[in-house]
């Protein structure tokens, strides 16, 4: 069974970090995963925050979190980070690890995490 499962969040002062970890299993080695995080903050829509290939090789960044947040990708493996620096007030919500599956370059499906909250506040 494919498991999508989410580490870390919490809750930070403002200029804080924290560090988000998202793992994959269950995923045959024929199966190429892309990631990425999104995050939902109450009442307002579920935006993309980070995204990252399956190789891990090339990213991607929402505007307001670039130079901030960092998204990474253990080598070999279907195991992500997002290192979040400088946290601000806005960043709080809940977040979302997102994988793609595909093979031979045809896309599969997806699955979601169940969440990690991160508040920040003084």
């Known amino acids: 069974q494919v498991q999508v499962v989410e580490s870390g969040g919490g809750s930070v002062q403002p200029g804080g970090s924290l560090r988000l970890s998202c793992a994959v299993s269950?995923?045959?080695?024929?199966?190429?995963?892309?990631m990425s995080w999104h995050r939902q903050a109450p009442g307002k829509e579920r935006e993309l925050v980070a995204s990252?290939?399956?190789?891990?090789?090339?990213?991607s960044y929402k505007d307001s979190v670039r130079g901030r947040f960092t998204v990474t990708r253990e080598n070999g493996k279907n195991t992500v980070h997002l290192q979040m620096n400088n946290l601000k007030a806005d960043d709080t919500a809940v977040y979302y690890c997102?994988?793609?599956?595909?093979?031979?370059?045809?896309?599969?499906?997806?699955?979601w995490g169940q969440g990690t909250q991160v508040t920040v506040s003084s």
């Open positions: 997102n994988a793609v599956f595909s093979r031979i370059g045809v896309r599969m499906g997806e699955l």
């Open positions: 269950g995923v045959s080695s024929s199966t190429t995963v892309d």
């Open positions: 990252i290939s399956s190789s891990g090789g090339s990213t």
